[in-house]
């Protein structure tokens, strides 16, 4: 890795590449709205702040979200984040690259859940989070010894580590860049929730400090925590908010119904500008939630949970997944009519996913009801597996008449009387997912929290034609 210059050996600068890749629908476009709607995400910045500094490394970030891979790129060595749904892609540009003699690091949450199977794509994997072992794995690679596999310690703290690197995305891209991550992993373990699975249910937190410096550093006045459940460790969400009261911002996140529970908590969220909380109430059925290991939630407090957030000021995204072995086809109009009757102000449906490595994917595995293992299906839209009291097509379409019934002009108009959200903002998100619900067949259902961020209504996408094989075949199935 030295280059001669005259008689100094100088070291060459290397390139390092940094891909998101995109499943096809997803590629340079927005999901269901235009790419102008995406928050940045905060994968690529955290790798990219994490290149030890003495390494003379050049980073160029891709967010296939947003922009093409150019197949011809040059590199001396790539990087790709992987989830489920976004592995085939990553896998065959892996492919490509390799072949062309460019080595290939692949890391993320899929890569964590089956480390085995990335392994045979890739020249190194990294499995779990990356704050030690990017860097070792860089410095390894600069010295020639990149080795096969580099694996988190559970010694992990998260104090004293750089702040995301921003800069390394094009900011005016996206809706917002102010995405701040503060947790990670989840106490609970729900069985089919990829956080304790790929991570473990030991929370680890960044110094609110860090936070702080952050949102500052940004003069953020909106803020979007990506943390999949913020209040995990209660003491440690009450210093958050805390912190954040004198920064007046407005903040969104998500959390458990469990924040409901505690009004002190609440009250702190509330007051430190808590506007919009994503929960996942999942289900009405009381065993369908002790089945999954969610039994925290009980669905008969959840009309109490709508009126408490309303009190306060902050919007409910309140998402049920369908495909439990308990639910019958009567389970789609019941549910979403309770999320119209008790005003949740954008309410969401998924369709029940065994991510590989969950315990569900082990269950359903061992019954064998797992129907593909096409991982580009596993987006939380298609049925995967066999459901136990009904079809794979009654699924699909169940989930798909929740989502229209929500939206109907009717039960938008009653939702919206109750809502917490700002009228401007509640009707543009709104009429978003509406737009969305009417069009289930032709898009992915992706962001999770930006509608209460406030979209732009003129940036949704057109239809997009560019569909998998196995997405038309599906949707044709379900015709
Ligand atoms: C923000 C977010 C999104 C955003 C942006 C996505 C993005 N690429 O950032 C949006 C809203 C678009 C989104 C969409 C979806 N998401 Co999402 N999303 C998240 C969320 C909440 C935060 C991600 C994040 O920024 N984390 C912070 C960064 C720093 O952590 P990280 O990505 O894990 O990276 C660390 C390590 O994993 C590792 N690492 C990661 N990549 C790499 C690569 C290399 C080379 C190395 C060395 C290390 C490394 O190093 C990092 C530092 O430690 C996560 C949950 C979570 N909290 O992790 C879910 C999550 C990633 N999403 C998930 C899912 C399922 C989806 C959707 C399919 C949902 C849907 N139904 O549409 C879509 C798919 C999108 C697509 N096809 O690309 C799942 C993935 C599960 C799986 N096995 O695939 C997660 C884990 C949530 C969950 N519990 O189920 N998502
Ligand atoms: S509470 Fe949420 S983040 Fe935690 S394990 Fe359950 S589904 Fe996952």
Not at 417 to 437: D, E, F, H, K, S
Request: neutral net charge.
């Amino acid at each position: 890795m030295l280059k001669r210059c005259g008689t100094v050996a100088k070291p060459r600068t290397l390139r390092v590449v940094l891909i998101s890749a995109k499943g096809p629908l997803y590629r340079n476009r927005g999901g269901i709205f235009g790419k102008s709607l995406r928050y940045m995400p905060l994968t690529l910045p955290t790798l990219a702040s994490l290149i030890p500094r003495e390494l003379p490394i050049e980073v160029v970030c891709i967010d296939e979200g947003i922009g093409d891979v150019d197949l011809s790129l040059q590199a001396d060595l790539i990087g790709m984040t992987v989830i489920t749904g976004s592995a085939p892609r990553s896998y065959s540009l892996a492919a490509h690259f390799r072949s062309r003699g460019i080595p290939v690091v692949l890391g993320g949450p899929h890569v964590t859940l089956l480390p085995d199977e990335a392994q045979e794509h890739a020249d190194s994997i990294v499995v779990g989070y990356a704050e030690d072992e990017w860097p070792r794995l860089l410095r390894d690679f600069a010295a020639g010894r990149l080795l096969p596999r580099y694996v988190q310690s559970p010694r992990l703290d998260l104090a004293a580590r750089p702040l995301p690197d921003r800069s390394v995305l094009p900011e005016q891209r996206y809706l917002t860049a102010d995405v701040f991550e503060a947790t990670r992993g989840c106490i609970h373990n729900c069985s089919f929730c990829v956080v304790p699975a790929a991570w473990g249910r030991k929370p680890l937190q960044k110094p609110v400090e860090d936070i702080v410096a952050d949102i500052q550093r940004r003069r953020a006045r909106r803020a979007i925590f990506v943390d999949l459940n913020l209040i995990a460790d209660k003491d440690y969400a009450a210093r958050l908010f805390e912190a954040l009261i004198p920064l007046r911002i407005q903040w969104y996140g998500l959390a458990t119904t469990l924040l409901c529970d505690d009004e002190p908590l609440l009250d702190l969220a509330a007051r430190s500008g808590c506007r919009g909380l994503l929960m996942g109430l999942e289900s009405l059925s009381r065993p369908s939630l002790q089945a999954s290991h969610k039994a925290f939630n009980d669905p008969e407090n959840y009309p109490r949970v709508v009126e408490m957030l309303h009190r306060r000021g902050i919007a409910l995204q309140g998402c049920f997944v369908f495909g439990a072995d308990d639910e019958t086809p009567d389970v789609f109009l019941k549910t979403a009519q309770f999320a119209v009757q008790w005003g949740i102000d954008l309410p969401r449906f998924a369709i029940l996913t065994p991510f590989p490595g969950t315990t569900l994917y082990r269950e359903l595995d061992a019954q064998g009801r797992i129907v593909t293992r096409n991982w580009e299906l596993y987006d939380g839209q298609h049925v995967v597996f066999q459901p136990a009291q009904m079809s794979v097509q009654e699924l699909q379409q169940g989930t798909e008449a929740a989502w229209k019934h929500a939206y109907s002009w009717t039960s938008l108009a009653r939702r919206l009387r109750r809502t917490a959200a700002p009228w401007p903002v509640a009707l543009v998100t709104n009429w978003g997912y509406r737009y969305y619900a009417q069009h289930l067949d032709q898009f992915y259902t992706c962001d999770a929290l930006l509608p209460l961020a406030g979209p732009d209504r003129d940036s949704f996408a057109a239809p997009n034609q560019d569909i998998s094989h196995d997405r038309v075949a599906l949707s044709e199935e379900v015709a």
